[in-house]
């Protein structure tokens, strides 16, 4: 309870308000890979690399650096290559080996950096949800194609005191001719945290993005291309501020600004809440309402709110 007698409930509901995070180079249009033969570059603003793992050896695969195994390319506009929902002009390719993986936060340091630009300064806010979502094409070699199975990564992290990720949420995508039927459509995955709390070891902590490659050597080959990694914050609405006020029960809502709601009450917490009493409706107007039960000389009382179409 948070106050005697009186308990806020976390309102229940699916339809918020959100707002978009900016990601630095969250489309890879920079830098500017020039529309010429390969069309492809290893540099990439922003998005830090893992590093070359003790395994990988160029001089046993072509003489390939590590990191020109990640990098952006040119969606050039030839039938058959021309990827029809390509965000802008250009997408990032990582290789399907174990180990690659590109990476974003508030601490991370691209291309020949020596510091961290501190571009990327989100952070996980008490009372908020968040989505990342991200374009993904699976590429395997071969007719019939040779690798299905390979899987990547897509994970929201934190650093902890020592520096080291933290995933919070991730989510797999497994690379099969049914879910990437060509190579010349991106894909929208997502990743879900449902809300931060207070006592969450994330929550006020620095927002990091991990997309990897988590195939095992046994399927290490083709590719996976990346576009548009988007991240979406949604406030959840919240009931704050009990009190007594002669005699009567009132609280606060918060949520975003315009949305309107249901207020309903027990005394029975126990009950499901299709037999919870329905006290009123309430429209947020400004962000933050006032809420006075109408009933008086109430010993206890439990508050949820419920967001309306």
């Not at 020039?34 to 830090?48: H, L, R």
């Not at 548009?228 to 009190?243: C, D, G, H, K, Y």
């Amino acid at each position: 309870m948070l106050v005697a007698g009186i308990a806020a409930l976390a309102t229940g509901t699916t339809r918020l308000q959100a707002a978009t995070i900016p990601i630095p180079n969250g489309s890879f249009e920079s830098p500017v890979v020039p529309p010429v033969s390969p069309y492809a570059a290893p540099d990439m603003d922003d998005w830090e690399k893992s590093p070359q793992p003790a395994w990988y050896d160029p001089a046993q695969n072509y003489n390939t650096p590590w990191e020109d195994l990640m990098g952006t390319f040119y969606n050039v506009p030839y039938p058959g290559t021309y990827i029809d929902n390509c965000d802008g002009m250009q997408a990032a390719f990582l290789f399907a080996v174990p180990d690659a993986a590109l990476f974003q936060d508030y601490d991370s340091v691209y291309g020949t950096n020596t510091a961290p630009s501190h571009a990327f300064n989100a952070v996980f806010k008490v009372n908020c949800a968040y989505r990342l979502t991200v374009g993904v094409i699976g590429g395997v070699y071969g007719s019939p194609p040779l690798y299905e199975g390979a899987t990547l990564q897509l994970s929201l992290y934190y650093r902890d005191t020592a520096s080291n990720m933290v995933t919070v949420a991730a989510a797999t995508v497994t690379n099969t001719a049914q879910l990437f039927p060509t190579n010349t459509h991106f894909v929208d995955f997502s990743v879900y945290v449902p809300g931060v709390r207070t006592n969450d070891a994330w929550a006020g902590q620095h927002i990091g993005i991990q997309i990897a490659s988590t195939v095992g050597f046994d399927l290490a080959s083709g590719y996976w291309d990346l576009d548009n990694v988007r991240l979406i914050e949604t406030p959840l609405p919240a009931l704050s501020n009990p009190q007594a006020m002669n005699g009567q029960w009132g609280l606060t809502l918060q949520s975003q600004p315009g949305l309107s709601f249901e207020i309903l009450a027990t005394t029975n917490l126990a009950l499901p809440v299709s037999n919870w009493t329905t006290l009123g409706t309430l429209t947020n107007v400004t962000g933050t309402a006032p809420f006075l039960d109408p009933a008086a000389n109430l010993t206890h009382r439990f508050y949820r709110a419920r967001q309306l179409p």
